[in-house]
């Protein structure tokens, strides 16, 4: 016959009546700790504290080096969003309207920002890495309609060595040397088209500028405008 098991032990200590008396105030020990420290208060929004370097903060559209948009119109970001805040239309690119890489670009591009919950799932579904994330978190308006961003307020500014969209691919590449990093800025070739095409565009050597190419969407510019002045009156 097996030998009958010992009862259950603890192998916590039990506590003498001195501990028992004071377990009751223990438990406030972390309050009591406090009661006495200076109160340290965000002075926002005069005084913005810079977030962490991977905050889920505004989308943004990316482009390639030579101005080409990244975006291919797939929809991927739309059907992973959970919150069904992101609205994608694509078309086909052309010779006279070459906007990304490869066949196809997003011809249409809406997110909600009164649905969106920033979970970062629709970045992850990117399969050119066209929509990623950015640190900026003052997003407000004054209407429900100008809390829905358009492709126009989500692309990426324009940067040095890029041309503005359309125009063709750099020459004697294809949409996988695209992907690999291998466009590296804008060739002479890609810039005589937009200049026989477009030749008052303000990215063409000796043009207006990237200040006048970058200008902002509507809604981007009013919600802009918006936290701006939010900031001027929260100034001290």
């Not at 066949?103 to 649905?115: A, C, F, P």
């Not at 509507?218 to 001027?232: F, G, H, N, W």
Request: net charge negative; hydrophobic share 35%; proline share 9%.
């Amino acid at each position: 016959m097996a030998a009958p098991q010992e009862g259950y032990r603890s192998l916590i200590e039990p506590r003498g009546p001195v501990s028992d008396l004071f377990a009751p105030v223990g438990g406030f020990g972390v309050t009591l700790s406090n009661m006495f420290r200076p109160t340290v208060t965000d002075q926002y929004p005069s005084e913005k504290a810079p977030t962490k370097p991977r905050y889920h903060g505004r989308h943004q559209l990316n482009r390639y080096a030579d101005g080409l948009e990244k975006c291919i119109g797939c929809e991927l970001c739309a059907w992973a969003c959970p919150a069904d805040a992101i609205y994608v239309e694509g078309a086909d690119n052309t010779p006279d309207n070459q906007r990304s890489p490869g066949e196809r670009y997003g011809s249409v591009y809406q997110i909600n920002y009164l649905r969106c919950i920033f979970c970062g799932l629709c970045i992850e579904a990117c399969p050119t890495r066209a929509l990623t994330m950015t640190n900026e978190y003052e997003l407000a308006g004054p209407t429900r309609a100008g809390m829905i961003w358009e492709k126009q307020d989500l692309l990426a500014p324009l940067r040095s060595g890029m041309l503005q969209a359309p125009h063709p691919m750099v020459e004697g590449t294809t949409d996988t040397d695209y992907y690999r990093g291998a466009v590296t800025a804008s060739t002479p070739a890609q810039a005589a088209w937009v200049t026989e095409h477009r030749p008052d565009d303000p990215t063409l050597p000796g043009g207006a500028g990237l200040d006048a190419a970058n200008v902002p969407g509507e809604t981007a510019a009013v919600m802009a405008a918006t936290v701006a002045a939010a900031t001027k009156q929260g100034k001290r």
